[in-house]
């Protein structure tokens, strides 16, 4: 089976609660999917489906660039994208938009999602962490909950700052979020699942990441 028809077996198209503008390919029985996931996983060698889920970061972050100022003529970067959901709101702002995921299922995910709400995606391929900047704005929506996964983003993210990009982070109030450095824009309160948190709603803060 092919990424695209793997993405359109085992999702419904449906849209975020705190963004119903956009339209997207989303799990909608959770455990079947990662079920579904781990057997195509080891056929495929593709990671676990953080691409079928809208989670609170990225929900955020769309809100925020839909309610926001016009992007054309903005290079922007959804890091770590997932379903695409904050660089889909930045091209229907009329920004340029790249979507970066390691996953190539998750890029996948991205452009069938593009698609579906008339915008069009780069979706560069492989890690982009050490790229020299070519963007204004670099948004990155829920990324520090592994030690690991920060260690990795975070002094690059900053380095992006410090030449001259806007890094905006959006952190439901994950353990790896580092204390300072930061300067918060908005708060967004965003339901979620039980399912998928230990809460039914996240608080979300959205904040400018410092050099």
Do not use: K
Not at 20 to 43: C, K, Q
Not at 63 to 83: E, M, N, Q
Request: glycine fraction near 10%; include cysteine.
């Amino acid at each position: 089976m092919s990424a695209g028809g793997f993405i359109a077996a085992h999702t419904a198209i449906a849209r975020a609660p705190l963004v119903p503008e956009i339209a997207l390919h989303l799990a909608t029985e959770i455990t079947p999917i990662w079920r579904a996931t781990e057997e195509f996983l080891r056929e495929n060698g593709i990671e676990p489906p953080f691409w079928a889920f809208a989670w609170p970061g990225g929900q955020a972050l769309a809100r925020s660039v839909l309610d926001g100022p016009d992007l054309r003529g903005t290079r922007v970067l959804d890091f770590a994208a997932g379903c695409g959901i904050a660089g889909i709101a930045a091209a229907l702002r009329g920004a340029e938009v790249e979507c970066a995921e390691v996953d190539a299922l998750a890029l996948e995910a991205c452009r069938l999602n593009a698609a579906l709400n008339g915008v069009a995606l780069g979706t560069p391929e492989g890690d982009v962490v050490g790229s020299p900047r070519r963007w204004d704005l670099i948004l990155a929506g829920d990324v520090c909950y592994e030690a690991p996964m920060t260690a990795h983003i975070l002094p690059w993210l900053r380095a992006m700052a410090g030449a001259g990009a806007e890094v905006r982070l959006a952190d439901p109030g994950r353990a790896y979020l580092p204390r300072d450095g930061l300067e918060a824009l908005s708060v967004h309160r965003v339901p979620t699942s039980l399912e998928l948190e230990d809460r039914t709603e996240r608080v979300v803060t959205i904040a400018r990441l410092l050099p």
